[in-house]
């Protein structure tokens, strides 16, 4: 059995009903669904490409994020991922009992995760003796541990990925202040995917000075995945030239649209009582976004 659903949002409904029954609740999931529509709508409104920051710290916004976005940000990831083992044939996945640290910047609930794990089950490389060590860092890693931990790795799948070799550690950073990293060792692979609007200024040292320790933090022949909205890549652009400056290498940089519906399709419980057509609660069908990965030269 895989361990994500192809079709993210029936996972969605079945992890809701999951969540339900341990609250303890008597509110039916179509119930739960239409009380979601006005934070949904919220949602919508505020990440249009003129707003620049969100808060994230309501359970039913987080939620929102899910029902929205899930189905095309695992996507992200997984493609860098794919990009990586197309453009160098001794994948760090496979080929090597190395053990490995992926760092998730920026990870809110971590869609990134069901990136790796779909890539990794699909090439078979999840019967691997390689342990995996996943560090997730947000700045409010607190307030999105309970959607990422009923939603995301709750606990049945977490008992599955912890016997396959997989450790997740979550720690609180401000990009916007100095930070640390807890790094017994260094990275293969550092992820940065849909937070530029959150972070990126140009004009702050302590961003760029934070952006020169993560990479500083990555292992020779690691690689940096940066991943976002389409609209955001000359912003991107400037955090690539950044890091050009710190012995990485553009690998890879593309601008797609990827329809993440087909795997995906829409159930009617969804339809009828949260994506009901009206402004602001449309399913998202695309995942336009720039794709960027760097590689660790020396
Ligand atoms: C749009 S979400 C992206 C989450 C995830 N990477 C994805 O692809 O769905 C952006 C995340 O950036 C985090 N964030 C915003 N400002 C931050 C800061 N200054 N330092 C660290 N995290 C921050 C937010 O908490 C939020 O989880």
């Excluded at 979601?36 to 919508?44: A, E, H, N, V």
């Excluded at 990136?115 to 999105?144: A, F, K, P």
């Excluded at 692979?189 to 609007?197: D, G, H, R």
Aim: charged share 25%; net charge neutral; glycine share 4%.
């Amino acid at each position: 059995m895989k361990i994500f659903q192809e079709n993210l949002y029936e996972q969605l409904i079945e992890d809701l009903s999951l969540y339900l029954k341990l609250e303890g609740s008597n509110v039916s999931i179509e119930e739960f669904l239409i009380s979601l529509q006005s934070t949904q709508r919220d949602l919508w409104h505020s990440l249009q490409p003129s707003s620049v920051s969100v808060d994230y710290s309501e359970f039913k916004t987080q939620l929102c994020y899910l029902f929205r976005y899930l189905i095309i940000y695992w996507e992200n990831i997984y493609s860098g991922l794919s990009k990586i083992d197309e453009h160098r044939k001794d994948n760090l996945f496979s080929k090597t009992a190395k053990n490995l640290r992926i760092g998730l910047f920026f990870c809110g609930p971590a869609p990134e995760i069901i990136g790796i794990i779909n890539y990794m089950e699909e090439r078979n490389l999840l019967v691997n003796n390689q342990s995996i060590e996943i560090d997730m860092y947000d700045q409010y890693i607190n307030q999105w541990r309970l959607v990422r931990n009923n939603f995301i790795i709750n606990s049945p799948r977490l008992k599955r990925l912890s016997a396959l070799g997989f450790n997740f550690n979550s720690r609180k950073i401000d990009f916007s202040s100095p930070i640390t990293l807890a790094n017994p060792s260094k990275y293969s692979i550092c992820c940065f995917q849909n937070c530029i609007n959150e972070f990126w200024d140009r004009n702050s040292r302590i961003i760029a000075s934070n952006l020169r320790k993560v990479a500083s933090e990555i292992d020779i022949g690691g690689y940096i995945i940066l991943t976002d909205r389409h609209y955001l890549q000359a912003k991107g652009k400037e955090i690539i030239a950044i890091l050009l400056e710190q012995n990485f290498n553009l690998l890879y940089f593309d601008v797609d649209e990827i329809d993440c519906s087909r795997k995906s399709r829409i159930p009617g419980i969804l339809s009828q009582n949260l994506f009901i057509g009206s402004d602001g609660l449309k399913a998202t069908k695309f995942n336009r976004r720039f794709l960027c990965i760097l590689e660790k030269d020396a």
